[in-house]
């Protein structure tokens, strides 16, 4: 059968289990704005999500799902598909693990082929963490490297901060900090600007607005700090802006963010990780969002991580992770999906997870 909701379809991967990540599950499912804007396929472990629920004293109610079931009957708040590869006793709080590492990936790539099969509008996840996922994968590089093995997608996206209406894009991401002046280049910098542009119209910016920060102390003090900002930075925001690009700088990176704040820019496009992240995360730690963009379709989390310093005490803010679905569900609302094909897909994506797990 296919699904009766019209709502805009988000896969929703469970993250650590060490963590707090059940708790934010179980959070969303009960979270009247969420189950107003999405309806949601969620991968997991029904017994990993029974504990998040006894910790945020809550009740999810979503039918569930598994490989046996003969069809697919999902309500408007969802559907929660159990493969069934965890027993949280096996989990301690707050210890990264092989078994973790393996639970959270199990669930992505399942959303992800969801997705990438024309099912779900976006994905969206609950945190991961980085040190588990590399126990189970040892050549883990980062979420963006999973989702591009996972639906063979033939280049990198990007990932992109968002608080509100502001967004943070960057050239360069998780690189050493001692790279990152020979990764930044005419290219890098202009097609870091189209997918920007891309990206930002995909969410719903007519024309967004995109303010591009230096790579030196005050954009290069005319050349006596750097020459980037004179011979690659500014020829790439001159060349963006003659393919129609709104985007104006090189800026100072220590006050582009003020002029962004009060609504100057839509976007900071920043040269390395740490020069936007840090602004971010100051104006808004608790809301702000990861989405990774360049794929089919989008893919959030919230900007936070596993918190495993308070997991299994019920006091994990779910904001930034209600954001992350409430975004990949307003994107989500622009595919055109198969719906009539979740049943078949499901059971296609339990099978590959079984056999993974």
Not at 344 to 355: D, M, N, P, R, V
């Amino acid at each position: 059968m296919a699904a009766r909701s019209e709502r805009p379809l988000v896969a929703l991967a469970m993250g650590d289990p060490a963590g707090i990540s059940p708790e934010l599950t179980a959070r969303l499912l009960a979270d009247a704005e969420v189950r107003a804007a999405a309806s949601l396929v969620v991968f997991g472990d029904r017994r990993v999500l029974a504990e998040g629920e006894r910790v945020a004293g809550i009740d999810a109610d979503i039918p569930l799902w598994t490989a046996a079931s003969p069809a697919v009957d999902m309500a408007a708040s969802g559907l929660f598909v159990d493969i069934g590869h965890l027993d949280p006793a096996s989990i301690a709080l707050g210890v990264a693990s092989a078994n973790g590492g393996r639970f959270a990936l199990a669930n992505f790539r399942a959303a992800l082929r969801l997705a990438a099969a024309g099912c779900a509008g976006a994905v969206a996840f609950t945190p991961f963490n980085k040190h588990a996922m590399r126990q189970a994968l040892p050549g883990y590089e980062d979420e963006i490297a999973v989702v591009t093995e996972t639906i063979g997608a033939a280049a990198h996206g990007r990932e992109f901060n968002v608080l509100g209406r502001l967004w943070n894009a960057r050239v360069t991401s998780h690189v050493p900090l001692r790279r990152v002046a020979d990764l930044i280049t005419r290219g890098t910098v202009l097609n870091a600007l189209e997918l920007t542009d891309r990206c930002m119209r995909g969410a719903g910016f007519e024309r967004p607005r995109i303010a591009v920060a230096a790579l030196n102390p005050h954009s290069g003090d005319g050349g006596n700090f750097g020459r980037e900002e004179i011979e690659v930075i500014g020829p790439a925001v001159a060349e963006a802006k003659a393919r129609g690009i709104a985007c104006e700088g090189p800026f100072p990176s220590d006050t582009v963010f003020l002029r962004a704040r009060r609504g100057d820019f839509d976007a900071v496009q920043t040269m390395f990780h740490d020069q936007g992240q840090i602004a971010m995360k100051l104006m808004g730690f608790e809301e702000g969002i990861t989405l990774i963009g360049g794929y089919p379709f989008p893919v959030c989390t919230p900007a936070h991580g596993t918190a495993y310093d308070i997991a299994g005490k019920g006091i994990a803010n779910p904001g930034a992770s209600r954001q992350a679905v409430l975004v990949a569900a307003r994107m989500a609302a622009r595919r055109t999906l198969e719906r009539g094909q979740l049943h078949a897909s499901l059971a296609e994506i339990c099978k590959a997870a079984a056999a993974r797990t």
